[in-house]
């Protein structure tokens, strides 16, 4: 087996900063206590300025004035933890989150589908880069090993046991995971790498160091299997943003919507599945939340659309006081289903396809102005249709032909020049609302060669009335 270590260094400060729309703001994440706080780590922007991570934050108010200030919140980066292993699902069922900051993935049955590593490695980087997340990526035959290599390497890719000895024996000793006390404890024996601990006898380093030492380093070289829970995606998604000052206009509200649907879409596409329906809940600082709901004809999860479709949506509403967050909450995930495509596509390159043009009209529109057509249990042809807004099941087209368009009208059809194919074929029906129809439908073909559906009713002899004409 082969396992990719993608190290996330800095995941709290991406995760805030992916949020906030100036990225060369200077900003700095908080920690400690009220009486001494701390700057946790700053963007590149605040280290340009001088500022740096364990500054206290006195200290860093005397150096500058102007930077912004987040909460590190642990429970938000573990948040964002979750998502990303939701994103890494795409590529492998095998994704762990043993070790904070870092996502394990099994990646050798993968290889198959994705490609050579060179190219899998460079679309994940890609990715991992577009969602603005900093990273390295290391792989090795085993995950602890992979983790260890992630500390000082980028890139690095060890695909054999034998080349995996000879680079971890090059590592340092404070760099492979052992505690800070064993640590210490072989650098003051003189021992700076982990050749020269391997190379002590192994019954010597047994009974001076605890168990778990051994037990570590056998898991690192490969000789100790580690037993890894996997991640599971859960059944539905709920993010929320907090936003950094009170919202009154929609257009504010777009770049946090952006990111949600963003998000969602990262989350749809690791679970393979699409959202048929979801729902924006806007925070305010006063009264009840403000509830918009979003739904589509069938299930989608292409980021631009959604983003779109949520936006139509908003658009159409009263924000009735400040929004102070936004969040987003979707449970109806149902399998995704890929629109079918030809092989040449034939649509001009500037126009919509059908399905996302039919979802921005009912999010400009309404859901009432914009209606499908479906087949109804109904013998009688002007009732054998409906209207319909919302995908339900289908019905099974009758097995005798009926004409695309049916006249609102039936008009009396001249018998000069029409010859009847096919006929009669009876309907009685409707007795039971009132709508009591008899007739006698024949199938008609004019003398320019156009076909109809025309008749009479049952018991009379005048003119057929024309009812439909066929494709």
């Known amino acids: 087996m ?38 946790q780590t700053v963007n590149q922007a605040a280290r340009a300025l001088g500022l740096k991570p364990g500054q206290s934050l006195t200290s860093a108010h005397a150096m500058v004035r102007d930077f912004a200030t987040v909460e590190f919140d642990p429970a938000e980066t573990e948040r964002w933890h979750r998502l990303l292993a939701a994103w890494a699902y795409r590529f492998s069922s095998q994704v762990s989150l043993r070790y904070p900051r870092v996502l394990m993935m099994e990646v050798e049955s993968s290889l198959g589908l994705f490609g050579p590593w060179p190219g899998f490695e460079a679309r994940l980087r890609a990715e991992l880069t577009a969602l603005g997340f900093s990273h390295r990526i290391v792989v090795a035959p085993n995950p ?26 090059q590592m340092p000793v404070d760099r492979i995971g052992l505690d800070r006390e064993t640590t210490t404890a072989l650098t003051r024996m003189g021992l700076r790498h982990l050749s020269e601990v391997l190379a002590l006898p192994r019954a010597s380093l047994a009974r001076r160091f605890p168990a778990q030492v051994m037990q570590h380093l056998d898991t690192l070289l490969g000789d100790r299997p580690l037993a890894l829970e996997y991640y599971t995606p859960p059944d539905y998604f709920d993010v929320r943003i907090e936003l950094n000052f009170d919202v009154e206009s929609h257009q504010a509200l777009l770049f946090p919507l952006k990111r949600l649907v963003s998000d969602l879409a990262m989350f749809l596409g690791g679970r393979d599945s699409g959202v048929q329906r979801f729902t924006l809940h806007l925070e305010h600082t006063e009264g009840p939340d403000t509830h918009v709901p979003v739904g589509l004809l069938s299930a989608e999860r292409d980021a631009a659309m959604l983003f779109e479709l949520a936006r139509g949506r908003l658009e159409q509403i009263q924000v009735p006081s400040p929004v102070r967050s936004l969040r987003l909450h979707a449970r109806d995930l149902p399998p995704f289903v890929p629109a079918h495509r030809e092989l040449f596509e034939e649509r001009p390159q500037q126009s919509l396809p059908w399905e996302q043009l039919r979802e921005r009209l009912r999010a400009r529109l309404g859901n009432e102005s914009v209606n499908g057509m479906a087949l109804r249990a109904d013998h009688r042809p002007e009732c054998a249709w409906q209207a319909q807004t919302e995908a339900r ?8 032909p009926r004409p695309g368009w049916l006249l609102s009208q039936p008009s009396p059809l001249p018998e000069a020049g029409t010859r009847i194919l096919a006929g009669p074929e009876r309907i009685e029906s409707g007795w039971w609302d009132g709508g009591d129809v008899r007739r006698d439908y024949y199938l008609i073909e004019t003398r320019s060669g156009q076909r109809g559906w025309a008749y009479r009713s049952v018991g009379e002899s005048g003119d057929l009335l024309l009812h439909g004409w066929f494709a």
């Not at 900063?17 to 009220?34: C, H, I, K, V």
């Not at 099941?393 to 005798?400: G, M, N």
């Open 393 to 400: 099941v289908r019905l099974a087209p009758p097995k005798v």
């Open 144 to 169: 602890v090993a992979a983790r260890m290599l992630a500390n000082v390497h980028d890139g690095l890719a060890v695909t054999c046991r034998d080349s995996l000895r000879h680079v971890l024996e």
């Open 2 to 39: 082969l396992w990719a270590c993608v190290l996330l260094p800095q995941l709290a400060l991406d995760g805030v900063m992916r949020r906030r729309a100036n990225a060369d703001e200077p900003l700095a994440l908080l920690s400690g206590t009220p009486q001494r706080r701390i700057l």
